[in-house]
């Protein structure tokens, strides 16, 4: 199994951000020593939620500072990106890094962010199903060209030019069952946020690598699971943290999404931010969604860690995890003393 590091550089710290944006990139380079198989830095753009504008600029600084670390774009957004130039810095860090780069792309939810990159969120499923495969084809080739709908590029050979396929190096942010199927039929493996009860994902699953199998001639990879993680020795600490950390988090991400926005209605490739806020609704409100939060993501101390984990993998199967330890304005300190414990006490028998 592998774990994962994710950065989301959330900064709720009161750090200035030139601070901030150093600590959370350094955790990358003490995951390399603590045992962790790769770091995935997130694309997100102008408010504290998120503030990582290019995940390859910093995936290029890490792979200088580490010898081993997978480099996975946790993910470059593709309505936001050219596809000409995610090609040529993903082709130009796997060369520096000496073949450690995974590419990982996602469309976007945020219409803050789309509004300033002058893109229409109705328009993402098709953008990203056009730019995927262009940037897919050219990783293999070396050649990007495209005469589709929203892309017009002109034959053009990327120089350097890739060192080696990209096959089974790609990932797509998979939290709709359009993404899903669009991924299956890619070949690209699937990533998905814990974002509620894993009962209800399981068809999504199931459907991932059934058709999958159907197109490919082959078993689906392990999809990746993306976790939030409080890890302390004492469950009062735990409970603690949560109530001061995790709450911040959630709503930052339910305010930045708008979970449950009336406007994802009318798109039905955005069916999950609107089956999200009904059942929060129909379930409570949203301290029952939080709560349902909390119990998707790994929240315990590293027993309880290690019993959430084999539950999960006995409902879902063979998956892999990229953890976050950084968020709602936890102190670094904290941070790193919670890495340090799930290195030491859960990572051993997560990787086997």
Same mark, same amino acid.
């Given at each position: 199994m592998q774990v994962g590091l994710q950065l989301g550089y959330q900064n709720l710290h009161g750090l200035s951000d030139a601070e901030f944006f150093r600590k959370e990139t350094q955790l990358a380079?003490?995951? /390399?020593?603590?045992?962790?198989?790769?770091?995935?830095?997130?694309?997100?753009?102008f408010t504290d939620y998120a503030a990582c504008p290019d995940p390859l600029q910093v995936l290029t600084y890490i792979a200088a500072k580490t010898k081993t670390l997978k480099l996975l774009t946790g993910a470059v957004i593709l309505p936001w990106n050219d596809p000409l130039r995610v090609?040529?810095?993903?082709?130009?860090?796997?060369?520096?890094?000496?073949?450690?780069?995974? @590419?990982?792309m996602g469309r976007g939810a945020a219409r803050r962010e789309f509004k300033s990159f002058r893109v229409d969120l109705a328009?993402?499923?098709?953008?990203?199903?056009?730019?995927?495969?262009?940037?897919? /084809?050219?990783?293999?080739?070396?050649?990007?060209?495209?005469?589709?709908?929203?892309?017009?590029?002109?034959?053009t050979e990327i120089r350097p030019r890739p060192q080696k396929s990209f096959k089974d190096r790609t990932v797509m942010v998979s939290m709709s069952p359009s993404s899903v199927e669009v991924a299956a039929r890619y070949g690209l493996?699937? @990533?998905?946020?814990?974002?509620?009860?894993?009962?209800?994902?399981l068809p999504e699953i199931n459907g991932y690598r059934k058709l999958f199998k159907e197109v490919h001639g082959r078993e689906a990879?392990?999809?990746?699971?993306?976790?939030?993680?409080?890890?302390f020795d004492q469950k009062q600490k735990v409970i603690e943290y949560t109530d001061k950390y995790f709450s911040k988090l959630f709503s930052q991400v339910a305010n930045h999404y708008e979970f449950g926005g009336e406007h994802f209605?009318?798109?039905?490739?955005?069916?999950?931010?609107?089956?999200?806020? /009904?059942?929060?609704a129909a379930a409570g409100g949203p301290e029952k969604a939080y709560k349902d939060y909390i119990e998707a993501n790994l929240i315990g101390t590293p027993e309880a860690l290690l019993e959430q984990h084999?539950?999960?993998?006995?409902?879902?199967?063979?998956?892999?995890?990229?953890?976050?330890?950084?968020?709602?304005?936890?102190?670094?300190?904290?941070?790193?003393?919670q890495l340090k414990r799930f290195?030491?006490?859960?990572?051993?028998e997560l990787k086997g």
């Open positions: 380079v003490e995951a /390399e020593a603590m045992g962790f198989d790769f770091v995935a830095p997130v694309e997100h753009h090609v040529e810095k993903t082709i130009m860090l796997d060369i520096l890094s000496e073949g450690r780069a995974m @590419l990982g328009d993402s499923r098709e953008m990203f199903d056009e730019a995927a495969v262009i940037i897919m /084809e050219g990783l293999e080739t070396g050649i990007v060209e495209a005469d589709t709908k929203w892309y017009k590029l002109p034959r493996r699937a @990533l998905r946020f814990s974002q509620g009860n894993w009962a209800r994902a990879p392990p999809f990746i699971v993306c976790d939030f993680i409080v890890c209605k009318s798109l039905p490739s955005y069916s999950t931010y609107v089956t999200l806020g /009904e059942l929060s084999r539950a999960r993998k006995a409902q879902v199967g063979d998956y892999e995890i990229v953890a976050n330890f950084s968020f709602g304005g936890m102190p670094y300190d904290l941070v790193y003393d290195a030491n006490k859960v990572l051993p």
